[in-house]
């Protein structure tokens, strides 16, 4: 055998045609199929166990755990024979416990299974055209019962077991839906359908006798014992082009394999072809999953509904909606999202809910999520990362990063690590992608798509495009050892590019090689191949999704290990550098990771110098962006501190004042209940006294009854003593008259005692005598009996001969009468039977009849019990009438209490009176200020404009002025220049003043130097040096008025914020003196509820109490009060007066700065219209 081993990694893939293709194994464990495998994958830790499937499998059908979780149920076909593999999933590894694989009835593959809730027995359903439905006793591989479900070649979609009960089973299919119950070694349909035929695609038992159903056209049916208590119908929320998006889909993943018409989850691609006809899509239920508040149902493409119980009755309502997310990365964003969910399941505590899409993707939601969301749908998250959902067709890795690059045509290109098991990178396209290749530092790749070959940058967070060739169709490419050069393929022709100039520089035609050796695939076809970078190892990938290991060079025998790996043939193998991990892809769009070893368990080690590299690719724009967007937030962020600083000042203030007024007015309360607890003192001394005065009447009053009560009953006494010796006397004579009777009763007893012992002593003798005679008789009947005995044993000899002959002649006759009456009995037996078949019917009609009587009963109790409650709630409202009553009763007495305090509020009602008219006054005052500031502000300006243009003005003035000033300067210095030279001249010509001739000709050189050409080049040479010049110290002027501008900018910043502070004040000021209006309002109309009330108190109550109680009691009290109030008035005001003076101040010193920008558009915010009323009044 092949020294070279290999060891499952990791996979990245999902099959989601398989049925029933996810559950939880605990709360942290999801089990799915990936390739020809079941992984166990833990989603806190992100870890991954396999569960190989079957050797020379050809793929996985159906999935079924047991309601314990300890058992694994899966269908497969090996070798084109049916087989189920049940796996103790308890034991590590997972090992078979069971395999069932000889039948005696035909079948072709098993498409749906469940176990029963104590998990001895399993449920399978086979394909068409046999649809044989088999009850299994798994742990003896005994058929308990069989039965065929269809005869119309229908498809079965799903079977399951009651969780409650162990012999009743559901079938679901296109056209029915059946209800069996297993009895006698028999499954017995219990149910009969009635109405139309739907084509039930789910279901799922939602109570003990309780089952939900879905259909293909969006229809739920709750059914009871096979009969139909509830149905709804699921909208569809958002318009869909039906058809079209139909067919788009169905053209975009024509290339993906789906399972045949008979797979247990109808396919998108057979749903479509069958409704194309149809204008209007409805929602398919492809899966339902039921927990404890409900059930959760699929409603169509990306979408599912939680379903809630209705308190007290057997319906359900709609209370959540659930949504696949749309994808960023997709090259459709709209369809992204339109992918069909196959499969649900809940965790074992209901917390998490896990969905499997036509698309090989894995969602899950936290329930609890679904609860905060109200009013909006949630949205799925994926569970691990998005996984391929068609062939790979491209494999690649690099050298200085652990990556694989996959393409796939699902018309997406993915990054993987394999040393984190993560997704990096994926993007989608509008084009299938062939072939791909990863540079060797793993920054860029090649990727071949239909209509031309991208070279391609891997950023951080996106797959950017920057080189495109117009080779199209390219099935091969990759990248040279160095990364310096990549190839790739058109047809029959190699083009070599390079990567620093991105040219291509040569052209391979041709293939001239010759077959150095041929070895035998052994009954396989080999699809992939690759051979290790030290030459001694050599992999292989076949049709049937194996791989196969050998040694390097071929051997001549059958040397390799075999490994079970993917559910189709593989379309890539691939060895990183270091020869440590195979990975290979394949159609059914699995990634597989494999450990290569030797025999032995060592690795194939080849020393790394350098780790993996850490560096990424980030464009210059993304940093600009990110350190922009850091530096908003920043800025942001100090804004937000500085306005929760003014906030938290402003509520502080605001506490303050609070603080104050409720101070005040407790102070306020206190001195009233003082005043009240005085006259309730007074009150109570003088009940005190009363009741002394009553007890010493009642007293003298007890003590004259007593002495009248004592004269009655001592004669009443008297009387009784008198009766009670009378009834003495008569009682003595009574006893001795007793005495007398009971003496002579004695006598006569004892004398019949002595007459009947002789009467019955006689009679005995007479009946001993008798006896005596009877015995003698009885000997002699003896001896008479025993003759006779004699005579009648032979007469019987005689007639038991007779009797026999007689008999044997009858046993003749019967035994032909019973040959006939077999045939009878035979005839007996077959009406019998039907009569039986009759009598279970009827029988099952009577229990269905008792259930119903049942509920009835039931209903009568819940019936009484609510009578019962009605009759305590009638009880329970005359006990509150009763205490209403006496409420009643208790308020008509505080309501006396509380007229004789009216007149202590008739004093506080005039003082009240006496304090408004001050305040009105202030008031008025103060809207005097307000209107003169205003008109201050308005003024301010007006000047601060008009002070902003004559600055512009004078601005403009003095930059005129420096220019001419700079011209006049330049133009002095050029004379000076001119004159300094000529100055020269003319002292070198005065030297030939001896030499006229010589000085002639010297003066006609100054004179055509100075006047003629001279002057011109000069001036030439001057205009080039001024325009310099000039262009130097306009560019020194402009940048300082640039730092000046800026200064004047920020100081007009700086002013415009205080501006801003102090109006914010103002208008707080302004509230403040609305809210004091709004509490004079409020205090009028409770002067004025209070004259109302007072009025009539004043019409009962006589004229002598309002004139000596308020002298008597409130002079006390409310001066007080009116000082406090006037002082807090007078206290405010001089604050407000302060506050407008320090306002002026402010504005005249920010007028005399220069350069000072007024805002002129920002005005004091203008008063409510509730404000103004108030002022007017």
Known sequence: MSTVVAQWLHVFGLRAHVANNIFFFDEQIIIYPSGNHCVKYNVDQKWQKCIPGSDKSQGMLALSISPNRRYLAISEIVQEKPVITIYELSSIPCRKRKVLNTFDFPVQKFISMAFSPDSKYLLTQTSPPESNLVYWLWEKQKVMAIIRTDTQNNPIYQVSINPQDNTQVCVT???????????????????????????????????????????????????????????????????????????VIHESESLVEFPPVSSPVPSFEQIVTTSSHNQLVMPRVFAIAAYSKGFACSAGPGRVLLFEKIEEKDFYRESREIRIPVDPQSNDPSQSDKQDILCMCFSPSEETLVASTSKNQIYSITMSLTEISKGEPAHFEYLMYPLHSASITGLSTCIRKPLIATCSLDRSVRIWNYESNTLELFKEYQEEAYTISLHPSGHFVVVGFADKLRLMNLLIDDIRSFKEYSIRGCRECAFSNGGHLFAAINGNVIHVFTTTSLENITNLKGHTGKVLREMSAFDVVYTAIVISHSGRMMFVGTSVGTIRTMKYPLPLQKEFNEYQAHAGPITKMLLTFDDQYLLTTAEDGCLFTWKVFDKDGRGI???????????????????????????????????????????????????????????????????????KNQVLRTEKEKQDISHRERIEDLLDKQNRELQDLECCNNQKLLLEYEKYQELQLKSQRMQEEYEKQLRDNDETKSQALEELTEFYEAKLQEKTTLLEEAQEDVRQQLREFEETKKQIEEDEDREIQDIKIKYE??????????????????????????????????????????????????????????????????????????????????????????????????????????????????????????????????????????????ITELWQKLRATDQEMRKEKQKERDLEAVVKWFKTDLHNCVAYIQEPPLLKEKVRGLFEKYVQQADMVEMAGLNTDLQQEYARQREHLERNLATIKKKVLKE????????????????????????????????????????????????????????????????????????????????IIEMQRLEIRRLRDQIQEQEQVPGFHTIAGIRLPSMPDSDVNTMSK
């Open 809 to 950: 002649k009858k046993l003749r006759e019967e035994k032909e009468s019973n040959l006939r009456l077999k045939g009878e009995t035979g005839i007996m037996r077959k009406k019998f039977s039907s009569l039986q078949k009759e009598i279970e019917e009827r029988t099952n009609d009577i229990e269905m009849l008792k259930g119903e009587q049942e509920k009835l009963q039931g209903v009568i109790r819940s019936l009484e019990k609510d009578i019962q409650g009605l009759k305590r709630e009638i009880q329970e409202r005359d006990e509150t009438i009763q205490d209403k009553e006496k409420r009643i009763y208790d308020l008509k007495k505080k309501n006396q209490e509380l007229e004789k305090f009216k007149f202590v509020l008739d004093y506080k009602i005039k003082e009240l009176k006496k304090q408004i008219e001050p305040r009105e006054n202030e008031i008025k005052e103060m809207k005097e200020q307000i209107q003169e500031m205003e008109a201050e502000l308005e003024r301010f300006h007006k000047q601060n404009t008009q002070l902003e243009l004559n």
């Open 1052 to 1131: 007009s910043e700086l002013h415009r914020t205080d501006y801003v502070r102090i109006m914010q004040e103002n208008v707080s000021l302004i509230k403040e003196i609305n809210e004091l209006r709004r509490e004079l309002k409020f205090t009028r109309s409770q002067v004025y509820d209070l004259e109302a009330a007072l009025k009539l108190s004043k019409k009962i109550r006589t004229q002598e109490d309002q004139e000596t109680v308020p002298s008597r009691d409130l002079p006390r009290v409310s001066p007080i009060r009116r000082l406090k109030e006037q002082e807090e008035t007078n206290r």
């Open 173 to 247: 299919g296109n056209g029915m839906f059946k209800l069996l119950r297993f009895a006698e070694g028999t499954l017995k349909q219990t149910n009969f359908q009635r109405g139309e035929s739907q084509n039930y695609l789910a279901h799922a038992w939602v109570a003990e006798d309780k089952v939900i159903v879905g259909t293909d056209t969006g229809k739920l049916f709750l059914f009871e014992s096979g009969d139909q208590r509830w149905e709804t119908n699921i909208m569809v929320k958002e318009p869909t082009a039906s058809s079209k998006n139909l067919e």
């Open 605 to 675: 080690k080849r020393e790394r110098e350098v780790g993996f590299a850490e560096e990424v690719l980030v464009t210059k724009t993304d940093m600009e962006e990110k350190a922009q967007i850091m530096l908003e937030l920043k800025t942001r962020v100090e804004e937000l501190k500085m306005e929760n600083e003014y906030q938290l000042r402003l509520k502080d203030m605001n506490y303050s004042e609070k603080i104050k007024e409720l101070t005040d007015k407790f102070l306020q309360e206190m001195e009233s209940l003082k005043t």
